[in-house]
């Protein structure tokens, strides 16, 4: 493997050159590209940059947050803020995503898709409009554990956080849990920090490295 110093700005052209050419797996017009990540390192960032590069090739595109498609506090928290099995697998609401933005972009799908539902700060439904993705248009989706519910992407995109600049997170209604194994469970958690060490050190760079990870598997 050949690693490349490079900046975000030219990752996000580099990787818009590549969408371009990029042909969804089921024959369809539409691809679709994930920007996993967890959210301190800001995957929703490096979304936004490709989105403008594409822009200005004439390229339409949608970004899509997975935090506007998390379940109401009442179910996501139902096992606690840090149980990590519930943030794994009850924060996202995985089926609206499947209806409301993967379906309509399948081949001779209508291409209206829903760009958030949920709003975590005011716990309610956003009711947003529909938004219309031409038939050449792009969904870009970033979020957390994008890669375990196999969605149809195209494209995903990893983007890692090194440990040097984040040696604490503040929590918000959209950031998970820390891992914890089932013994460490049953130990008494220490509140959540309230500041955070973690900041990028370009200013207007996100704290963390992208892997372009390639086409997703196949189910």
């Given amino acids: ?103 309509p972009l399948d081949p001779g799908g209508s291409g209206r898709v ?20 031409p038939p050449d248009g792009i969904l870009l989706l970033h979020g957390p554990l994008l890669l375990r519910h196999w969605f149809p992407f195209d494209l995903t995109v990893h983007v890692l956080l090194s440990r040097a600049p984040c040696a604490a997170v503040p929590r918000s209604p959209t950031t998970g849990p820390s891992p914890r194994s089932s013994a460490t469970r049953r130990r008494p958690i220490p509140p959540a920090p309230q500041t955070s060490s973690c900041a990028p050190t370009t200013p207007g760079t996100p704290p963390g490295t992208a892997e372009p990870a390639g086409p997703a598997p196949a189910p």
């Fill in 114 to 133: 829903l760009p958030d539902l949920w709003d975590p700060a005011t716990d309610r439904a956003t009711r947003s409009p529909y938004v219309q993705l």
């Fill in 1 to 103: 493997m050949r690693l490349e110093a490079i900046t975000w700005d030219r990752l996000a052209e580099r990787l818009a050159d590549r969408l371009l050419e990029l042909e969804p797996a089921d024959g369809g017009s539409r691809p679709r590209a994930a920007f996993d990540g967890a959210p301190a390192a800001r995957p929703g960032d490096l979304a936004d940059r490709v989105a403008e590069a594409l822009r200005v090739r004439g390229r339409p595109s949608l970004v899509v947050g997975a935090e506007s498609f998390l379940r109401p506090a009442s179910l996501r928290l139902e096992h606690g803020r840090r149980d990590t099995e519930s943030y794994y697998s009850g924060w996202f609401d995985t089926g609206a995503l499947w209806r409301e933005v993967f379906g």
